[in-house]
């Protein structure tokens, strides 16, 4: 009996491992792990340079940045109405850690009162609405307000479906920008 169970133990040290083994070559293969790591270097990286956009301090709801990021090349893109955010963004992103260049197409928009104006004007109409308002207290609200010569774009999201229709829906008026 003593035997039997020495050799039933041998057995099993013997044919564990083989059993344990990953089948396939895929799963020791180099390639397969360099595509795992270069993910994640890309989503940390992607991660970074969001953090360091959204904590720019003049960084608001009247600007748009976006970002696309290629191996160590970052392209910053979007809208500003402050030129020195537009700097302050590319400074930004350079000085993470993994990022060689940084191409800055970031527009800025043109200075003008009546902008001003109609940016005030949206804000109030899209955040003065009962199911928007939750969102216009947050430090980076997620729908941003681009105005460029009278006209008004909007981009970001919204965490409902309700939301997601509410700013093009015919109930937000716009009041009349006046001179």
């Not at 035997?3 to 799963?27: C, D, H, M, N, T």
């Not at 270097?41 to 009247?62: A, D, G, N």
């Not at 009278?150 to 997601?164: A, I, L, M, V, Y």
Request: net charge positive.
């Amino acid at each position: 009996m003593r035997k039997e169970v020495r050799a039933l133990f041998v057995s099993l040290i013997l044919v564990a491992p083989i059993v344990a083994a990953p089948r396939g070559a895929a799963a020791f293969s180099p390639r397969s792990k360099n595509q795992r790591s270069e993910e994640k270097y890309r989503t940390r990286l992607e991660k970074e340079v969001r953090h360091q956009l959204v904590m720019l301090p003049w960084y608001s709801v009247f600007d748009n940045l976006a970002f696309q990021v290629n191996g160590d090349k970052v392209t910053l893109m979007g809208q500003v109405t402050r030129p020195t955010l537009k700097s302050d963004a590319e400074a930004a992103v350079k000085s993470i850690e993994g990022v060689a260049s940084v191409v800055n197409n970031i527009e800025v928009l043109p200075v003008s009162p009546m902008d001003d104006q109609l940016r005030r004007a949206v804000f109030r109409a899209i955040y003065g609405e009962a199911g928007l308002q939750r969102y216009a207290i947050q430090a980076v609200p997620p729908i941003h307000i681009i105005v460029k010569m009278e006209t008004s774009r909007w981009k970001g999201w919204s965490t409902t479906r309700w939301t997601r229709t509410l700013p093009t829906c015919e109930r937000i008026r716009f009041p009349t920008c006046s001179p």
